[in-house]
C-alpha cells in the first residue's frame, strides 16, 4: 500500500425535498453523487497494435505515429478501482490532473502509458485535458483509501507494471504477436495463470482481436482473480504493430502542444528547484532511472 499523507473527510449530508447530496473533502465521494468505497484494483493494459488499427491522424503525442521502435508489448491504459460485480466509482473529488507532481515520473509515464490518439480527452465534469488527466481524473480520484494523491496514483500504476510483466509471461508460454497465428484463448489464460498464480481478465474486439488484459489486486495489491472472460471467442489473436498511414497534421500539432505542456516536457531537473517527489519507505526502487532493464521500445 503506497500512501503519501493523511485527508480529513469531512461529510455533510443536506436532505431537501428527499434529496440527499453528499459533500466530502478529500474522500470518495462527489458532490451530489453518492459513491460507495471501492472493492478492488483492476491494471488495465492495452496491446498497441489494436489500439492504432484506426489512427489517421498522427501527432508527436500519438504513441503509434512516433518514430522510434515499434511497440513490441503490453502498456498501461489505467489503474481502476471497481466494486464486485458490476460498476465503479468514478471522478470521486473535484481534484484536476496536475503534471507538475509527476515531473520526475513523466519519462515512465509517455514511455509506458502512452496515449494512442491526438487531442484531447473528455474528462470528469466536462472538461477535456490529456490521456493521463483523464485516468486521474476518473479512476486515480477514486482511490482512496489506498490511494490518497496524484504522485502516488501514478507510481503505484507504474510500480504494477515492472513487476508484472505480461508480455514476458505470454513469450515464456510462446504466445507471441503475429498477423496469422490464432491461440486458444485458455492458452492465453493459462499463460498469465502460470507466471502469476491468478486468473486475468481478457478484452477483445472483433475477430477474436485482443485488445486488452486485466490484472487484478486487492486493497494490499495482492494479486487476485479478475472476472471471467466474456468478450473473447475460444480463438483469438494477437497483431503485430504496424505504424499508420496516417500524414502528420500540423495543426492538430500545435493544438494538442498547446494543451499537452507534458509533450514536451523534459525531465531533467534544475538543481536549485525543489523536487516534488515525496518518497517514502515502500516507494518501490525499481522505478529508480536504469533499474529496470526489461522494457525494449
Avoid at 26 to 43: A, H, M, N, P, S
Avoid at 251 to 277: C, D, F, V, W
Wanted: with cysteine; glycine share 6%; proline share 5%.
Amino acid at each position: 500500500m503506497i500512501k503519501a499523507g493523511s485527508r480529513r473527510v469531512v461529510f455533510v449530508v443536506v436532505v431537501v425535498i428527499g434529496i440527499v447530496v453528499v459533500v466530502v473533502d478529500g474522500g470518495g465521494f462527489t458532490v451530489g453523487k453518492e459513491q460507495r468505497e471501492f472493492d478492488y484494483f483492476i491494471l488495465a493494459l492495452q496491446w498497441p497494435s489494436t489500439s492504432c488499427t484506426n489512427v489517421t491522424v498522427c501527432c508527436t503525442t500519438n504513441a503509434c505515429c512516433r518514430r522510434a521502435v515499434s511497440p513490441t508489448e503490453f502498456t498501461i491504459h489505467g489503474l481502476w478501482p471497481k466494486y464486485e460485480g458490476k460498476g465503479w466509482p468514478s471522478c470521486c473529488t473535484n481534484e484536476t490532473f496536475d503534471e507538475t507532481q509527476i515531473r520526475s515520473l513523466f519519462e515512465d509515464v509517455d514511455k509506458y502509458w502512452p496515449t494512442y490518439r491526438c487531442g484531447l480527452v473528455s474528462s470528469c465534469d466536462n472538461r477535456k485535458g490529456s490521456f493521463w488527466a483523464h485516468q486521474y481524473e476518473k479512476h486515480g480520484t477514486c482511490g482512496s483509501p489506498v490511494i490518497l494523491q496524484e504522485y502516488d496514483y501514478f507510481l503505484t500504476t507504474l510500480t504494477l507494471f515492472y513487476k508484472y510483466n505480461v508480455t514476458e509471461a505470454l513469450e515464456n508460454a510462446e504466445i507471441v504477436a503475429s498477423d496469422t497465428k490464432k491461440y486458444p484463448i485458455q492458452d492465453v489464460l493459462n499463460a498469465v495463470h502460470s507466471a502469476f498464480k491468478v486468473n486475468p481478465k481478457l478484452a477483445c474486439v472483433k475477430k477474436g482481436i485482443i485488445k486488452e488484459i486485466y490484472l487484478c489486486f486487492d486493497k494490499q495489491f495482492k494479486l487476485r482473480d479478475c472476472d471471467a472472460t466474456k468478450s473473447c471467442p475460444k480463438s483469438v489473436k494477437l497483431p503485430k504493430f504496424h505504424k499508420p498511414h496516417g500524414k502528420l497534421n500540423r495543426s492538430k500539432l500545435i493544438g494538442t502542444r498547446r494543451e499537452l505542456k507534458m509533450s514536451s516536457m523534459k525531465p531533467k531537473r534544475n538543481p536549485n528547484e525543489k523536487s516534488h517527489r515525496r518518497r517514502t519507505d515502500k516507494e518501490d526502487p525499481s522505478l529508480l532511472r536504469g533499474a529496470h532493464k526489461r522494457r525494449t521500445y
